[in-house]
Structure formats: structure tokens, C-alpha cells
């Protein structure tokens, strides 16, 4: 096959990757996006199969053997939940490939430009720093034993750090501008050990609430490192995919940081949640609890009813009890919608996901943005499991360490249904002043459960 038609065929694939990451904008799209990049996908290993400058066919063959052998299992049986984990690990994959290929160019041939050696050294570095970084993200999402959830700091972290960032350049520089002298390869070596310590002295300061960020942003490193890879074997597709997954990796770090009104560099320098007193003012008044019987009579009532969920709808996977007493208020005629914060639960689109798993419908779904304005009119707001997400400090409190976060203001309904197991606090460790509300009334215990317990109220009537 011609190298002209090799690359035209790339072009398609990138085209394939372009309109897949396009269509997953809406979730009514999403799916065909992703069918679409697969299909992209696909073809591009098949020709990269017929580019005989690449790899012995056989090797590839057992790639995708080995890929599928453990990509099929992997996909089909994750838990949702466990997505952002397994999101990591793939990033991690393509760090240590992005790291062999360069490697492996190295050793195929010493006698090359400076140029080629700086993507030799980008391809190592960056995919090193990705790959034991992810290993250190998955870790700590996973709740392994050795590896510590909470920020992990010593005195003087950054300035080590620095240091090996530091060395690490001042080591490339040597290796790009003489590749071929006889110290490159323990220069290279060097650089492997440094930049996979780098990778895990840059996660391990970072909370395991965090890790979502640090992934989305380790993913973006993954691209960069893969289009280094590109560069190193003369691949036009690997430049063109790893810069796409480069970009959008960094756009969706960069969302997820606004929408937490947090910069990146307090996401990952602060230490964020390694358990350091919280500021904010504190929360006086008591809590007003009501039984499900009670919460059956106001929502009987109501003619507007606004869901807000959070992190505990995940940890109760109450979603299929959600969407049925949303379905029963409906038939009686009260108008539901479901406002979903961009960081509600603990990955983006996390409460998205779980409602698309109970069939509810997207034009039921809002932005705080759109349901703020007119939350007054609303006779109640169910908050299910979601506390930073609803917190009116973020607004109101100059001294709350979330100060300047949107919220979804369900304070100014005109009742609250807070649905939690009990006084614990959300993610951020911030006191919540909703749950003192006049206004507010706490139904304690587990969401599924006591949406459970209203549904049969409603069902008894
Ligand atoms: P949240 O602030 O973490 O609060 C979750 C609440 O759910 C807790 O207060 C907990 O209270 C309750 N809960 C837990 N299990 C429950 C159960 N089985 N039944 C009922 N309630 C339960 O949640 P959020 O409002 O969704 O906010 C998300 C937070 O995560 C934000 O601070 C965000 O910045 C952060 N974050 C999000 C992302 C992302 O991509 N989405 C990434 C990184 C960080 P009890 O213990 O009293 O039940």
C-alpha cells in the first residue's frame, strides 16, 4: 500500500476522531460518537497492518489480540463507579507505550538529529510521568493498601519536585544535543527512573477525591506523549490522536477546575482534603428531620418538584427509585426536572451517566444556571445525596474555602428535601448552612431507601 494512500486513509480516521469527539457534546449523540471513533479506530490499525514500516505483522496481530483478550471483559463488566479507575489505567497504558516506543527507537538506532532526540526524550519523559502517575491515581481511587488516599506531604515536597524536574531537563538537554555519545543510554536510563518517580512525587500530594482532575489531566499528558510517540516512528495518525487527546484531556481539566472555582495549581499543590482544619464560618441552628409519610403529604402538594443529586445517589445507586418517584410525580401532573452540577458525584457527567442508566429522559435534565433564576417558584427541591454541589456558603461565606463555586441554589426553593444518611459532611469538608435552613427538611438515611419508603407512600394512597 502506498504511502499516499496510507496517510489519506489516516485522514479519514482523524476525521472519524473529530466528528466522534464533536457528537459526544450531547448525551443524545454520545453513543454514535463513540461507535464512530471505534470505527476510526479500527481502521487505522487495519492499515497500519498493511504499513510494513511499522512492526512485524505478527506482533500486531497478538496486540490486538492481547488488547481485545482483556479490553472486552474490562468494558463490559466495570462498574460504573469505577470508570474514573479504569479511565487511569488506560492513560497509564498509553504513557508506558508512549515510553517503549521511544525506548525501542533509541535502541534501533543511536545516529540521530537533535530534533528527532528531543521527541525521543518527550516520548520517555512524558510517557514515564504518565504512567506510573496513573498507576498512583488508580491506586488511590481503588483504595489500595500502599497506597495513601489522603494527600500524602513531607516538608520541602515541591523543592524536591523541582529538583527532579530540574535534572530531568538539564539531562535531556545533554542527550538531545549528543544522542549518539557513549553516556546517552545511561542518560536515557536516568530519565526513565526520574520521570516515573516524578510521576509518582506529583500524584501522591493530590487527595483520592482529586484523582478525577488528575486523571482527566494525566489523560491529556497520555496524548502528548502519544504524539511524541507519533513523531518518534513517523506515524501521521499517532501526531494527529495523541494532539486531539492532548487538547481535549487539558479543556476538560480546565472545565472541571472552574466549576470547583478551583485553579489547577490548588488542585494539585494545595494538598487539598489531607484533613487540614477547614475554614468557613461556623453553622449555628439545628437540623428539622421529617419521616417519609411527611415528605409524601409536601410532595402530594407540590406542583413543581426540582431534583438535585449528588455524590450519595451514586453511593446508593438509588437512580432506578429516583427516576420512579419522578415517573409517579409526573402522572400527577407535577412538572420534575433534574439539575445536574458539572461536579456533582466524583467524575464529570458522573450523575449524568447514572440517570441515563434509569432511562430518564435528557430533556428532564437542567444546568443550575437555567433552574437558578426561577428557583423560587419551586415548591420543593429534593437534594439527594449532594452537599458541596447545594452549599450556599460557596456564595455567600467570603471565608469558605469553596467561595465562588456555582451552586445549585436550592436554598431558595420553596422547601428542601435534604435526603443523607446523617451529619457527615461532603467532599469538601466545608459545613453546610442548607441543612439549617428554615425551609430545609433532613431525611435521613440511605437515599435508596428512603426514596424507596415515599414511593410506597404514594403507591398506598
Ligand atoms: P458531596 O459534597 O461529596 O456530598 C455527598 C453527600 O452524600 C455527603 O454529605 C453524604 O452525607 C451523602 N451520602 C453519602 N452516601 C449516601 C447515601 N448512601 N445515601 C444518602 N446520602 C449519602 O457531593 P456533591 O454535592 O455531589 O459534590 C461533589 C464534590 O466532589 C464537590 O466538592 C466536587 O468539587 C468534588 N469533586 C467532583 C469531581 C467530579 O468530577 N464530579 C471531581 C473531583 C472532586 P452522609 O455521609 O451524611 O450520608
Not at 429522559?361 to 415548591?379: F, G, H, K, Q, R
Request: charged share 15%; with cysteine; glycine share 10%.
Amino acid at each position: 500500500m502506498s504511502q499516499t494512500l496510507i496517510n489519506m486513509i489516516y485522514l479519514l480516521c482523524a476525521l472519524c476522531f473529530i466528528g466522534g469527539i464533536k457528537m459526544l457534546i450531547s448525551p443524545v449523540t454520545a453513543r454514535r460518537g463513540n461507535l464512530l471513533s471505534a470505527i476510526g479506530m479500527f481502521i487505522a490499525v487495519v492499515v497500519t497492518l498493511f504499513d510494513a514500516n511499522v512492526v512485524d505483522i505478527r506482533w500486531i496481530i497478538a496486540g490486538i489480540a492481547a488488547g481485545t483478550a482483556i479490553g472486552i471483559p474490562a468494558g463490559l463488566y466495570v462498574a460504573m463507579t469505577s470508570m474514573p479507575e479504569m479511565v487511569g489505567l488506560l492513560n497509564g497504558s498509553g504513557g508506558i507505550a508512549s515510553l517503549l516506543v521511544g525506548w525501542a527507537s533509541y535502541n534501533a538506532n543511536h545516529n540521530i538529529s537533535a530534533e528527532e532526540a528531543i521527541t525521543v526524550f518527550l516520548s520517555v519523559v512524558i510517557g514515564g510521568i504518565t504512567f506510573s502517575g496513573s498507576v498512583v491515581a488508580w491506586g488511590k481511587l481503588k483504595g489500595v493498601k500502599w497506597i495513601p488516599e489522603k494527600p500524602w506531604l513531607f516538608k520541602g515536597q515541591n523543592i524536591v519536585n523541582s529538583l527532579m524536574l530540574i535534572l530531568t531537563i538539564v539531562l535531556g538537554v545533554i542527550y538531545c544535543v549528543e544522542p549518539a555519545s557513549f553516556s546517552s543510554e545511561i542518560i536515557l536510563m536516568t530519565l526513565v527512573v526520574l520521570s516515573l518517580l516524578l510521576g509518582v512525587f506529583a500524584v501522591l500530594p493530590i487527595g483520592g477525591a482529586d484523582m478525577p482532575v488528575v486523571i482527566s489531566l494525566l489523560n491529556s499528558y497520555s496524548g502528548i506523549a502519544a504524539c511524541m510517540a507519533g513523531f518518534v516512528i513517523n506515524n501521521n495518525l499517532l501526531i494527529v490522536t495523541g494532539a486531539l487527546v492532548g487538547a481535549s484531556g487539558i479543556i476538560l481539566t480546565m472545565v472541571m477546575c472552574k466549576a470547583m472555582n478551583r485553579p489547577i495549581t490548588n488542585v494539585l499543590f494545595s494538598g487539598f482534603g489531607s484533613g487540614d482544619a477547614v475554614a468557613g464560618k461556623d453553622v449555628g441552628g439545628e437540623m428539622r428531620a421529617i419521616t417519609p409519610e411527611d415528605a409524601y403529604y409536601i410532595l402530594e402538594a407540590a406542583s413543581t418538584v426540582v431534583i438535585a443529586p449528588g455524590y450519595g445517589l451514586a453511593v446508593a445507586q438509588a437512580q432506578h427509585a429516583v427516576k420512579e418517584l419522578g415517573d409517579i410525580l409526573e402522572k400527577r401532573g407535577t412538572e420534575v426536572k433534574y439539575v445536574i452540577h458539572p461536579v456533582a458525584g466524583r467524575m464529570p457527567g458522573h450523575m449524568n451517566v447514572l440517570l441515563a442508566e434509569a432511562n430518564v429522559s435528557y430533556d428532564m435534565l437542567v444546568e443550575p444556571a437555567d433552574i437558578n433564576p426561577t428557583m423560587s417558584n419551586v415548591d420543593v427541591c429534593i437534594v439527594i445525596g449532594a452537599n458541596d454541589t447545594v452549599n450556599p456558603s460557596a456564595r455567600d461565606d467570603k471565608t469558605c474555602p469553596m467561595y465562588g463555586m456555582p451552586i445549585i441554589e436550592a436554598d431558595k426553593a420553596k422547601v428542601v428535601f435534604c435526603l443523607k444518611r446523617g451529619k457527615g459532611k461532603g467532599f469538601s469538608g466545608v459545613e453546610n448552612p442548607l441543612f439549617f435552613k428554615d425551609n430545609t427538611r433532613m431525611l435521613f438515611g440511605d437515599a435508596k431507601s428512603t426514596v424507596s419508603q415515599i414511593i410506597a407512600q404514594f403507591k398506598e394512597a
